[in-house]
């Protein structure tokens, strides 16, 4: 199956700062990418669609100037948290579609603590 | 009504036997399907997607599709104490801005030694 990374797997930072997580297909080109955000025992949940070369597309109840999307190449994307709070803690995802109709693959997922 | 639906579970299998996932969803529209299993502080992994009506065989899976019950179901042959993990069900359903992939909460898996 097709490859996506995450960079890093793991982060630490104090409120108030930024963290950025880097998003990349290694073996293919994602005209899409996707980022997720999964609290503990809790179900995916979708915040935004990356699209390359344009604006990503928000979901209902996503700060979009808090969670800043750029998927600047067909194999990188990147989300970074503005200003964290502890409530931004969580386990951050990002995934690539291969092709219109394939299968999302996931990267190993980001675990972001704000303390 | 949820686009994506899914008994949580945990369902409880002994190891060997075949476990059966169930999973529907409400898009009669829909033309992808996929399972992905996600272990406990990992991220999902894709190991069965389908298209069509009917069956289809990677190993140990089987899917099952069957469009006109809005139905998709998952079995996993001579279950292994490895194979205890979330499995999400997900679905691309149409949307104003194109298709979204929908999951389910997931059906939890536990193999019995």
């Known amino acids: 199956g097709a490859v996506v990374s995450q960079h890093p797997s793991w982060v630490i930072c104090k409120s108030g700062t930024s963290v950025k997580i880097e998003c990349r297909s290694l073996d293919f080109q994602a005209t899409t990418m996707f980022w997720y955000r999964q609290f503990p025992k809790q179900s995916l949940m979708l915040m935004a669609t990356s699209n390359e070369g344009s604006k990503a597309t928000y979901e209902q109840g996503v700060e979009k100037d808090k969670f800043l999307i750029n998927h600047a190449s067909l194999t990188l994307s990147t989300l970074t948290v503005t200003s964290a709070h502890p409530e931004d803690s969580s386990f951050y995802i990002c995934s690539a579609r291969q092709g219109a109709r394939g299968g999302q693959y996931f990267g190993p997922g980001t675990r972001l603590t704000v303390t | 009504q949820k686009e994506v639906e899914q008994n949580s579970g945990p369902l409880s299998v002994p190891e060997g036997a075949i476990a059966s996932l169930n999973c529907t969803y409400s898009?009669?529209?829909?033309?992808?399907f996929f399972w992905y299993r996600q272990y406990s502080g990992k991220s999902p992994e894709l190991i069965m997607s389908i298209y069509s009506n009917g069956d289809k065989e990677d190993g140990r899976f089987t899917a099952q599709l069957n469009k006109a019950s809005q139905y998709v179901s998952l079995l996993i042959r001579d279950s292994q104490p490895s194979d205890s993990a979330t499995y999400l069900c997900?679905?691309?359903?149409?949307?104003?801005?194109?298709?979204?992939?929908?999951f389910g909460t997931g059906t939890q898996l536990k193999v019995e030694l």
């Open positions: 898009d009669r529209g829909s033309q992808s």
């Open positions: 997900a679905v691309y359903t149409a949307t104003g801005g194109g298709n979204k992939l929908t």
